[in-house]
T-cell receptor
Framework: GENVEQHPSTLSVQEGDSAVIKCTYS??????FPWYKQELGKRPQLIID?????GEKKDQRIAVTLNKTAKHFSLHITETQPEDSAVYFC???????????FGGGTRLMVKP | NAGVTQTPKFRVLKTGQSMTLLCAQD?????MYWYRQDPGMGLRLIHY???????AKGEVPDGYNVSRLKKQNFLLGLESAAPSQTSVYFC???????????FGEGSRLTVL
């Protein structure tokens, strides 16, 4: 089955700096890669996703890049703000009928 | 429109006791999932369902059973609880296998 590795496990940045979280996956058949944000004590919520036919996707201050050859994808957050502090999870799946496998999570702390 | 609702939100069990977690969604989603979240382990899939009357095993199914008798409900059962099942349990639903997962608020279970 799919295996998703996520790094780093914790990340501390100053407000206004950029943050990058990286994930690798094992199943070359995976074609959907979402990112979820989980604030303390809350449920995970989708913030951005990318499909295998696209190399990059942006939504305001967040962007995701995908390198299918190397089997890795990354989340980029620019101009970080204190409200970006949360745990971020990447995930991957080969698609219909298959499980969505999550990475272990990255705790992002944005210091004011 | 409540989205995904889980009950109960908190429960303390003694080793060997049984219990059922109920998940209900009002979005007419085909797919429903049960995850457990442990510190540093991310979200691990226990069981999932691709439609009414169907269930399938996820990554960590041992010690759990599920049922999907109605499209809107997905039940997770622990027949004989063990301390290793102490965790936060999240139910989720999606309209597509590779679509956005909508999570419930989580159920914190402690097994003594």
């Amino acid at each position: 089955g799919e295996n998703v590795e996520q790094h780093p496990s914790t990340l501390s940045v100053q407000e206004g700096d950029s943050a990058v979280i990286k994930c690798t996956y094992s199943d070359s058949a995976s074609n959907y890669f979402p990112w979820y944000k989980q604030e303390l004590g809350k449920r995970p919520q989708l913030i951005i996703d990318i499909r295998s036919n696209v190399g990059e996707k942006k939504d305001q201050r967040i962007a995701v890049t995908l390198n299918k050859t190397a089997k890795h994808f990354s989340l980029h957050i620019t101009e970080t703000q204190p409200e970006d502090s949360a745990v971020y999870f990447c995930a991957a799946t080969p698609g219909a009928g298959n499980m969505l496998t999550f990475g272990g999570g990255t705790r992002l702390m944005v210091k004011p | 429109n409540a989205g995904v609702t889980q009950t109960p939100k908190f429960r303390v069990l003694k080793t060997g006791q049984s219990m059922t977690l109920l998940c209900a969604q009002d979005m007419n989603h085909e797919y429903m999932y049960w995850y457990r979240q442990d510190p540093g382990m991310g979200l691990r899939l226990i069981h999932y369902s691709v439609g009414e009357g169907t269930t399938a095993k996820g990554e960590v199914p041992d010690g759990y059973n599920v049922s999907r008798l109605k499209k809107q409900n997905f039940l997770l059962g622990l027949e004989s609880a063990a301390p290793s099942q102490t965790s936060v349990y999240f139910c989720a639903s999606s309209g597509l296998a590779t679509g956005e997962l909508f999570f419930g608020e989580g159920s914190r279970l402690t097994v003594l």
